[in-house]
Protein backbone atom coordinates (compact mmCIF):
# COMPACT_ATOMS: atom_id res chain seq x y z
CA UNK A 1 0.00 0.00 0.00
CA UNK A 2 1.40 3.53 -0.86
CA UNK A 3 1.94 5.55 2.05
CA UNK A 4 -0.70 8.07 3.08
CA UNK A 5 -0.56 11.29 2.02
CA UNK A 6 -0.37 14.95 3.89
CA UNK A 7 -1.21 18.21 3.29
CA UNK A 8 1.26 19.35 1.15
CA UNK A 9 -0.01 20.24 -2.32
CA UNK A 10 2.12 21.46 -4.98
CA UNK A 11 0.61 22.92 -8.73
CA UNK A 12 2.81 23.04 -11.53
CA UNK A 13 1.71 25.28 -14.45
CA UNK A 14 -0.36 28.57 -12.88
CA UNK A 15 -2.19 29.72 -15.62
CA UNK A 16 -6.08 30.47 -15.55
CA UNK A 17 -6.56 26.44 -14.61
CA UNK A 18 -3.81 25.34 -13.21
CA UNK A 19 -4.21 29.13 -10.89
CA UNK A 20 -7.72 27.97 -9.91
CA UNK A 21 -6.88 25.00 -8.66
CA UNK A 22 -4.07 25.95 -6.52
CA UNK A 23 -6.60 28.30 -5.19
CA UNK A 24 -9.05 25.52 -4.44
CA UNK A 25 -6.51 23.42 -2.40
CA UNK A 26 -5.68 26.57 -0.55
CA UNK A 27 -9.36 26.90 0.73
CA UNK A 28 -9.27 23.12 1.33
CA UNK A 29 -7.14 24.00 3.88
CA UNK A 30 -3.79 22.38 1.84
CA UNK A 31 -0.44 24.25 2.46
CA UNK A 32 0.04 24.92 -1.68
CA UNK A 33 3.84 25.63 -3.23
CA UNK A 34 3.32 26.42 -6.88
CA UNK A 35 5.75 27.17 -9.89
CA UNK A 36 4.83 28.82 -13.23
CA UNK A 37 7.65 30.22 -16.13
CA UNK A 38 5.79 33.20 -16.04
CA UNK A 39 6.67 36.13 -13.45
CA UNK A 40 3.13 37.34 -13.14
CA UNK A 41 1.50 34.08 -12.49
CA UNK A 42 3.92 33.73 -9.73
CA UNK A 43 3.21 37.31 -8.16
CA UNK A 44 -0.39 36.43 -8.88
CA UNK A 45 0.24 33.04 -6.61
CA UNK A 46 1.84 34.63 -3.87
CA UNK A 47 -0.90 36.84 -3.52
CA UNK A 48 -3.15 34.07 -3.21
CA UNK A 49 -1.36 32.49 -0.60
CA UNK A 50 0.30 30.00 -2.50
CA UNK A 51 3.96 30.09 -2.02
CA UNK A 52 5.86 30.57 -5.03
CA UNK A 53 8.83 28.09 -5.79
CA UNK A 54 11.62 29.11 -8.39
CA UNK A 55 12.03 25.50 -10.01
CA UNK A 56 9.37 22.34 -10.26
CA UNK A 57 11.88 20.75 -9.07
CA UNK A 58 11.40 22.95 -5.22
CA UNK A 59 7.88 21.80 -5.73
CA UNK A 60 8.38 18.54 -5.64
CA UNK A 61 10.64 18.32 -2.61
CA UNK A 62 8.11 20.71 -0.56
CA UNK A 63 4.58 18.60 -1.93
CA UNK A 64 3.44 14.95 -1.42
CA UNK A 65 0.50 15.83 -3.62
CA UNK A 66 2.06 17.72 -6.98
CA UNK A 67 -0.55 18.88 -9.46
CA UNK A 68 0.04 19.38 -13.23
CA UNK A 69 -1.61 22.00 -15.36
CA UNK A 70 0.63 21.87 -18.21
CA UNK A 71 0.29 22.26 -22.57
CA UNK A 72 1.46 19.00 -23.51
CA UNK A 73 2.36 15.27 -23.25
CA UNK A 74 5.79 16.35 -23.42
CA UNK A 75 6.10 19.24 -21.14
CA UNK A 76 4.50 16.59 -18.61
CA UNK A 77 7.15 14.25 -19.65
CA UNK A 78 9.97 16.77 -18.98
CA UNK A 79 9.05 17.93 -15.50
CA UNK A 80 9.04 14.49 -14.50
CA UNK A 81 12.41 13.76 -15.92
CA UNK A 82 13.87 17.09 -13.67
CA UNK A 83 12.53 15.77 -10.68
CA UNK A 84 13.51 12.21 -11.01
CA UNK A 85 16.90 13.93 -12.09
CA UNK A 86 17.00 15.91 -9.23
CA UNK A 87 16.62 12.34 -6.97
CA UNK A 88 12.95 13.27 -5.78
CA UNK A 89 11.28 10.63 -7.61
CA UNK A 90 13.66 7.70 -6.21
CA UNK A 91 12.49 4.34 -4.14
CA UNK A 92 12.62 5.17 -0.55
CA UNK A 93 12.04 9.14 -1.19
CA UNK A 94 8.86 10.38 0.46
CA UNK A 95 5.98 9.15 -1.54
CA UNK A 96 4.31 11.46 -4.13
CA UNK A 97 1.22 11.37 -6.16
CA UNK A 98 1.06 13.12 -9.26
CA UNK A 99 -2.16 14.34 -10.64
CA UNK A 100 -1.75 15.49 -13.88
CA UNK A 101 -4.66 17.27 -15.27
CA UNK A 102 -3.26 18.25 -18.45
CA UNK A 103 -5.01 16.85 -21.46
CA UNK A 104 -1.73 14.52 -22.69
CA UNK A 105 -1.73 10.71 -24.42
CA UNK A 106 -2.68 8.02 -22.94
CA UNK A 107 0.65 5.87 -24.09
CA UNK A 108 2.71 8.87 -21.85
CA UNK A 109 0.27 7.84 -18.97
CA UNK A 110 0.90 4.82 -19.13
CA UNK A 111 4.48 4.94 -19.41
CA UNK A 112 5.16 7.08 -16.41
CA UNK A 113 3.13 5.37 -13.86
CA UNK A 114 4.65 2.08 -14.81
CA UNK A 115 7.82 4.01 -13.94
CA UNK A 116 7.16 5.57 -11.03
CA UNK A 117 5.10 2.67 -9.48
CA UNK A 118 8.27 0.44 -8.79
CA UNK A 119 9.70 3.01 -6.89
CA UNK A 120 6.64 4.26 -4.41
CA UNK A 121 4.88 7.25 -6.29
CA UNK A 122 1.71 7.08 -8.15
CA UNK A 123 0.53 9.25 -11.52
CA UNK A 124 -3.15 9.70 -11.96
CA UNK A 125 -3.70 10.60 -15.53
CA UNK A 126 -6.97 13.94 -14.57
CA UNK A 127 -7.60 15.59 -17.50
CA UNK A 128 -10.69 18.00 -16.33
CA UNK A 129 -13.28 19.81 -17.76
CA UNK A 130 -14.94 22.56 -17.04
CA UNK A 131 -12.92 25.84 -17.99
CA UNK A 132 -11.44 28.15 -15.69
CA UNK A 133 -14.54 29.51 -13.89
CA UNK A 134 -14.80 25.43 -12.94
CA UNK A 135 -11.56 25.99 -11.74
CA UNK A 136 -11.58 28.51 -9.47
CA UNK A 137 -14.55 27.29 -7.85
CA UNK A 138 -13.44 23.51 -7.17
CA UNK A 139 -16.28 22.67 -9.53
CA UNK A 140 -14.36 20.58 -12.76
CA UNK A 141 -15.32 17.30 -13.74
CA UNK A 142 -12.66 14.98 -13.45
CA UNK A 143 -12.07 12.08 -15.84
CA UNK A 144 -9.43 9.87 -13.90
CA UNK A 145 -7.29 7.05 -15.29
CA UNK A 146 -5.01 4.94 -12.81
CA UNK A 147 -4.51 2.47 -9.87
CA UNK A 148 -7.05 2.45 -7.05
CA UNK A 149 -4.77 2.77 -4.50
CA UNK A 150 -3.19 6.42 -5.97
CA UNK A 151 -7.24 7.29 -6.70
CA UNK A 152 -8.12 6.84 -2.69
CA UNK A 153 -4.60 8.33 -1.98
CA UNK A 154 -5.09 11.75 -3.98
CA UNK A 155 -8.99 11.80 -3.24
CA UNK A 156 -9.15 14.89 -0.67
CA UNK A 157 -7.01 16.84 -2.96
CA UNK A 158 -9.29 15.74 -6.40
CA UNK A 159 -12.33 16.42 -4.05
CA UNK A 160 -11.07 20.25 -3.63
CA UNK A 161 -10.47 20.69 -6.93
CA UNK A 162 -13.69 19.05 -8.11
CA UNK A 163 -17.12 18.59 -8.25
CA UNK A 164 -17.45 15.45 -10.23
CA UNK A 165 -14.61 12.82 -10.40
CA UNK A 166 -14.81 9.75 -12.55
CA UNK A 167 -12.59 7.02 -12.15
CA UNK A 168 -13.17 5.50 -15.60
CA UNK A 169 -10.39 3.39 -15.85
CA UNK A 170 -6.73 2.15 -15.22
CA UNK A 171 -3.92 4.79 -16.08
CA UNK A 172 -4.60 6.12 -19.91
CA UNK A 173 -8.02 5.84 -19.31
CA UNK A 174 -9.05 9.35 -18.09
CA UNK A 175 -6.64 10.57 -21.48
CA UNK A 176 -8.85 8.75 -24.06
CA UNK A 177 -11.88 10.02 -21.86
CA UNK A 178 -10.82 13.28 -22.35
CA UNK A 179 -10.28 13.22 -25.61
CA UNK A 180 -13.34 11.86 -27.16
CA UNK A 181 -14.81 15.06 -25.04
CA UNK A 182 -13.03 17.30 -26.92
CA UNK A 183 -13.67 15.60 -30.11
CA UNK A 184 -17.64 15.60 -29.46
CA UNK A 185 -17.40 19.41 -28.37
CA UNK A 186 -15.41 20.16 -31.74
CA UNK A 187 -18.02 18.67 -33.79
CA UNK A 188 -21.04 20.04 -31.94
CA UNK A 189 -19.68 23.89 -32.21
CA UNK A 190 -19.26 23.13 -35.88
CA UNK A 191 -23.19 21.81 -35.91
CA UNK A 192 -24.30 24.36 -33.52
CA UNK A 193 -23.22 26.72 -35.44
CA UNK A 194 -24.80 25.25 -38.87
CA UNK A 195 -27.95 24.84 -37.16
CA UNK A 196 -28.41 28.87 -36.05
CA UNK A 197 -26.81 29.94 -39.26
CA UNK A 198 -29.51 27.87 -40.64
CA UNK A 199 -31.96 28.87 -38.31
CA UNK A 200 -31.07 32.75 -39.13
CA UNK A 201 -31.64 32.61 -42.62
CA UNK A 202 -34.95 31.01 -42.75
CA UNK A 203 -36.05 33.44 -40.64
CA UNK A 204 -35.74 32.54 -36.82
CA UNK A 205 -33.20 34.47 -34.42
CA UNK A 206 -30.18 32.58 -33.27
CA UNK A 207 -31.43 32.94 -29.27
CA UNK A 208 -35.06 31.63 -30.49
CA UNK A 209 -33.98 28.78 -31.88
CA UNK A 210 -31.13 27.91 -28.97
CA UNK A 211 -33.99 28.40 -26.83
CA UNK A 212 -35.72 25.15 -28.67
CA UNK A 213 -32.67 22.98 -29.01
CA UNK A 214 -31.86 23.48 -25.13
CA UNK A 215 -35.49 22.57 -24.41
CA UNK A 216 -35.50 19.38 -26.90
CA UNK A 217 -33.14 16.43 -28.35
CA UNK A 218 -30.48 18.98 -30.24
CA UNK A 219 -29.24 20.44 -26.98
CA UNK A 220 -25.74 20.17 -25.55
CA UNK A 221 -23.14 21.93 -23.37
CA UNK A 222 -22.24 24.21 -26.54
CA UNK A 223 -25.59 25.49 -27.10
CA UNK A 224 -26.85 25.42 -22.98
CA UNK A 225 -23.80 27.09 -22.31
CA UNK A 226 -21.33 28.26 -24.13
CA UNK A 227 -23.24 30.09 -27.15
CA UNK A 228 -25.56 31.84 -24.83
CA UNK A 229 -22.63 33.02 -22.36
CA UNK A 230 -19.43 33.68 -24.97
CA UNK A 231 -20.87 33.24 -28.30
CA UNK A 232 -24.23 35.17 -28.81
CA UNK A 233 -23.09 37.88 -26.46
CA UNK A 234 -19.72 38.48 -28.34
CA UNK A 235 -16.72 38.39 -25.80
CA UNK A 236 -15.42 35.07 -26.72
CA UNK A 237 -13.56 34.67 -23.59
CA UNK A 238 -14.14 30.79 -22.52
CA UNK A 239 -10.79 30.45 -21.73
CA UNK A 240 -9.88 28.11 -23.89
CA UNK A 241 -7.69 28.60 -27.12
CA UNK A 242 -8.75 27.01 -30.70
CA UNK A 243 -4.52 26.15 -30.74
CA UNK A 244 -5.54 23.21 -27.92
CA UNK A 245 -8.42 22.93 -29.36
CA UNK A 246 -6.67 21.94 -32.77
CA UNK A 247 -4.18 19.70 -30.54
CA UNK A 248 -7.22 17.63 -28.78
CA UNK A 249 -8.80 17.26 -32.01
CA UNK A 250 -5.39 16.17 -33.59
CA UNK A 251 -4.59 14.02 -30.64
CA UNK A 252 -8.05 12.16 -31.18
CA UNK A 253 -7.52 11.53 -35.05
CA UNK A 254 -4.11 9.90 -33.89
CA UNK A 255 -5.90 7.54 -31.03
CA UNK A 256 -8.22 6.65 -33.59
CA UNK A 257 -5.72 5.34 -35.99
CA UNK A 258 -3.66 3.94 -33.81
CA UNK A 259 -7.07 1.94 -32.60
CA UNK A 260 -7.90 1.31 -36.06
CA UNK A 261 -11.58 3.12 -35.67
CA UNK A 262 -12.40 4.89 -38.95
CA UNK A 263 -13.70 8.47 -37.95
CA UNK A 264 -14.90 10.05 -41.25
CA UNK A 265 -16.67 12.65 -39.62
CA UNK A 266 -14.10 13.49 -37.30
CA UNK A 267 -11.69 14.01 -40.24
CA UNK A 268 -14.17 16.59 -41.75
CA UNK A 269 -14.29 18.83 -38.31
CA UNK A 270 -10.71 19.26 -38.14
CA UNK A 271 -10.22 20.37 -41.77
CA UNK A 272 -12.99 22.83 -40.82
CA UNK A 273 -11.16 23.82 -37.76
CA UNK A 274 -7.60 24.23 -39.89
CA UNK A 275 -6.68 27.86 -39.82
CA UNK A 276 -6.43 28.32 -43.34
CA UNK A 277 -10.36 27.30 -43.34
CA UNK A 278 -11.99 29.05 -40.61
CA UNK A 279 -9.61 31.89 -40.58
CA UNK A 280 -8.49 31.57 -36.87
CA UNK A 281 -5.42 31.40 -35.42
CA UNK A 282 -4.19 29.35 -32.55
CA UNK A 283 -4.66 32.27 -29.83
CA UNK A 284 -8.32 33.23 -30.97
CA UNK A 285 -10.23 31.40 -28.47
CA UNK A 286 -12.29 28.83 -29.77
CA UNK A 287 -15.60 30.37 -29.28
CA UNK A 288 -15.02 32.45 -32.11
CA UNK A 289 -15.46 29.23 -34.38
CA UNK A 290 -19.33 29.46 -32.95
CA UNK A 291 -19.72 33.16 -34.42
CA UNK A 292 -22.67 32.29 -36.42
CA UNK A 293 -22.07 36.32 -37.82
CA UNK A 294 -19.19 34.65 -39.96
CA UNK A 295 -19.17 32.38 -42.17
CA UNK A 296 -16.53 29.70 -41.36
CA UNK A 297 -17.85 26.64 -42.87
CA UNK A 298 -17.79 27.84 -46.28
CA UNK A 299 -14.24 29.29 -46.41
CA UNK A 300 -12.43 26.56 -47.89
CA UNK A 301 -15.13 26.04 -50.65
CA UNK A 302 -14.33 30.17 -51.13
CA UNK A 303 -10.83 29.43 -51.12
Known amino acids: ???QTGKQAGVIGLGAMGFGMASSLVRAGFDVSGYD?????????????IAPKASPEEVFATADVVVLSLPT?????????????????????APKVIIDTSTSEAEVSRK????????????LDAPVSGGPAGAAAGQLSVMLGGDEVWVAEAMPALEAMAGKILHVGPSGAGNVAK?????LV???????????RLAEAAGVG????????NSATGRSALSEIHFPNWVLPRSFDSGFSTGLMRKDVRLARELAERSGVAMPVADLVADLWAEENSGLTDGDDFMHMGDPAVDRLTQKEKM
Open 37 to 49: PAPAAQERAREAG
Open 73 to 93: AAHVEAVIAAAGGAGLLEKGA
Open 206 to 213: AEDALRVI
Open 112 to 123: LAAMLAPEGHGF
Open 179 to 183: LVNNM
Open 186 to 196: ASHMVTTLEAL
Open 1 to 3: MAA
